[in-house]
Every structure is written in C-alpha cells, then in structure tokens.
T-cell receptor, first 113, second 120 residues
Framework: QKEVEQNSGPLSVPEGAIASLNCTYS??????FFWYRQYSGKSPELIMF????GDKEDGRFTAQLNKASQYVSLLIRDSQPSDSATYLC?????????????FGAGTRLAVHP | GAVVSQHPSRVICKSGTSVKIECRSL??????MFWYRQFPKQSLMLMAT?????????EQGVEKDKFLINHASLTLSTLTVTSAHPEDSSFYIC????????????????FGPGTRLTVL
C-alpha cells in the first residue's frame, strides 16, 4: 500500500507563531487530501481538504498542495495552546472498488505560552 | 454538521469473549461506513469498508472471520470482535459518509467518537 508520510514531531512553536505541518504522499493517483486534528483519546476532527494545486485558506488555516512534488502542507497562523494536538494528513484514493482515506502517522504539535 | 455515534465508548472484556461495537449515523443516511483501528501513538488504519446491504470489503491483513461487520440499515453498522485477545486491545473508530464511496474526488467522512477496547 502506498504511503502517506509525516514527521512525527513533536513540533514546538510559541503562542502566536505560525506552525507549519508537512506531508508527502507516494500515490500519484491520489486526488484529494484532508487534514484532521486529533486530541489525545478522541477521534479525528476535519480541519479542511484540498484537491487543487495551490493554496486554500480557511480562517487561521491554510492548506497547500503541490501535486508535482507530491507534497501537502498545513499552516496554522496565530497558533494557540488549544491547537496542541496531533495533526493527521490523509489522502483520498480509489482502491479496491472504493474511495478510501489513507492516513499518515500524524505530527504532534505543541504550542507553548 | 452530521453526527455519528458509537456505543460503547469503552469496554473491558476477558480474553476469548466477543465484543460488539455499534456505529450509528444520527441525522443522515450512511450509504457507506468505514471501520478504523488505532494503536497508541500510531495512525488510523482502515480495517474495512461496508455498504448498506452488502458484504464488507476488508483491507489486506484484516481477518474477516475475526472482525465481523454488519451494515444492515442506512443508519447502523456493527463491528464484532470475535474471540478477542489482548493484542486486539485498541481504539476502534467508525466513520460514515452520506455519499456513495465511488463518487467524487472526496466525500467527507464523519467520524464517531471511538470505542476503547481493552482485552484482559
């Protein structure tokens, strides 16, 4: 199975800074990409998804997709301690007759006051 | 937004027993439901995909006879862990999508809160 790779972290940033989270994928057939946030012991919460090359902004979050480089990133502006969580990158691919989400291992973000 | 519930949220059982986990879509009809497993500090691993009224499609390496999935209605899917052993202890999460899994570049999945299974 082709992989989705993320740096496990932890990524530590001060409050108010920009946090940059990165993800690479190996399946060129992947069509869209999702960013989820997961707090410890909880299920993932969708932040945003992107399927076109370029940037997509939603509030403090910006997703960036570069299909040529097979690279997806998530920027969090004005980071808050409440943003401290594990961020999961997932690609949505058609395989075995179904569309399915394939998750990376996640990057742990720690925002310190 | 769409709500997906899971029951129970936490279960502790003895080795060799079977455990059933329910996943319900509360305010939409879920044509497709997905079951994931997550071990500590690891990613979500897709176990199987189920469509209402048909057999589940299991991912490679997942034992279909051990993890029984039933998707008998558009709002309910169940996962039964048969003859559970300590290595089955994990966080089981379901998700549901109102779209047909084969359509579109990405239909949003709505995740349940998860079920923590501990097998003694």
């Amino acid at each position: 199975q082709k992989e989705v790779e993320q740096n496990s972290g932890p990524l530590s940033v001060p409050e108010g800074a920009i946090a940059s989270l990165n993800c690479t994928y190996s399946d060129r057939g992947s069509q869209s990409f999702f960013w989820y946030r997961q707090y410890s012991g909880k299920s993932p919460e969708l932040i945003m998804f992107i399927y076109s090359n370029g940037d997509k902004e939603d509030g403090r979050f910006t997703a960036q997709l570069n299909k040529a480089s097979q690279y997806v990133s998530l920027l969090i502006r004005d980071s808050q301690p409440s943003d401290s969580a594990t961020y999961l990158c997932a690609d949505w691919r058609f395989s075995g007759g179904y569309n399915k989400l394939i998750f990376g291992a996640g990057t742990r973000l720690a925002v310190h006051p | 937004g769409a709500v997906v519930s899971q029951h129970p949220s936490r279960v502790i059982c003895k080795s060799g027993t079977s455990v059933k986990i329910e996943c319900r879509s509360l305010d939409f009809q879920a044509t497709t439901m997905f079951w994931y497993r997550q071990f500590p500090k690891q990613s979500l691993m897709l176990m199987a995909t189920s469509n209402e009224g048909s057999k589940a499609t299991y991912e490679q390496g997942v034992e279909k006879d051990k993890f029984l999935i039933n998707h008998a209605s558009l709002t309910l899917s169940t996962l039964t862990v048969t003859s559970a052993h300590p290595e089955d202890s994990s966080f089981y999460i379901c998700s549901a999508t109102p779209g047909l899994a084969g359509l579109g570049p990405g239909n949003e999945q709505f995740f349940g809160p998860g079920t923590r299974l501990t097998v003694l």
